[in-house]
């Protein structure tokens, strides 16, 4: 199973929005409504920001939102804030009932 | 709340096998899957495989099977993670990770890491 593709860094300036995306296959991404995004800080453990393609999770804030395109799932961040500047990671469910994660999106916030 | 506690850091030589564990409490462990992903330093996250603990069934990343074996002591609630044959590039932090809901399909807790570190 090879890795989603996502772009290697993104940035943005504070309070604008940005947009990382994860592209796949129709045996993953495409399809199944079931993409995850994960914001990741430096020598922590990962956190969901985004699951089943669209939904937050209790807790994080809705300047986060998800969305898909046949086989391009998409993480929009608005209002970007510094905190936001971390790694970002897909995931998606796939047609062996495997995950597979994207190769992750450094954000900067200039 | 939902907790999961992994075992600590290990230092390994190569060729041998390391047996990381994840202790949950908070919540059912049976009802819920659990993951294993690792970090290599500075590189992204890799999917290993899951456990279901209810029955213990397993499926592993390709990149993974004929080294890897997920179990689980539900008498304990505890699920581990076996890594054999190790190598250089097996150096990594390993998560142990549960969905937010009975689907298997996210990671929404994640332990805290165990750094396995593989060095003669």
């Known amino acids: 199973q090879s890795a989603l593709t996502q772009p290697a860094s993104v940035s943005g300036s504070p309070g604008q929005s940005i947009t990382i995306s994860c592209t796949g296959t129709?045996?993953?991404?495409?399809?199944?409504?079931?993409v995850s995004w994960y914001q990741q800080h430096p020598g922590k453990a990962p956190k969901l920001m985004i699951f089943?393609?669209?939904n937050r999770p209790s807790g994080v804030s809705n300047r986060f939102s998800g969305s898909k395109s046949g086989n391009t799932a998409s993480l929009t961040i608005s209002g970007l804030q510094a905190e936001d500047e971390a790694d970002y990671y897909c995931?998606?469910?796939?047609?062996?009932?495997?995950?597979?994660f994207g190769g992750g999106t450094k954000l900067t916030v200039l | 709340q939902v907790q999961l506690v992994q075992s600590g850091a290990e230092v390994k030589k190569p060729g041998a096998s390391v047996k990381v564990s994840c202790k949950a409490s908070?919540?059912?462990?049976?009802?819920?899957?659990m993951h294993w992903v690792r970090q290599a330093p500075g590189q992204g996250l890799e999917w290993m495989g899951w456990?279901?603990?209810?029955?213990?069934?397993?499926n592993y990343a390709q990149n993974f099977q004929g080294r890897v074996t997920m179990t689980r002591d539900t008498s304990i609630s505890t699920a581990y993670l076996e890594l054999s044959r190790l190598r250089s590039d097996d150096t990594a932090v390993y998560y142990c990770?549960?969905?937010?809901?009975?689907?298997?399909?996210?990671?929404?807790?994640w332990g805290q890491g165990t750094l396995v570190t593989v060095s003669s």
């Open positions: 990770a549960r969905p937010l809901l009975t689907t298997m399909t996210n990671m929404g807790y």
């Open positions: 908070g919540y059912t462990f049976t009802g819920y899957y």
């Open positions: 456990i279901n603990p209810n029955s213990g069934g397993t």
């Open positions: 129709s045996s993953d991404v495409g399809g199944y409504d079931y």
């Open positions: 089943e393609v669209s």
């Open positions: 995931s998606s469910y796939t047609s062996s009932s495997t995950l597979v």
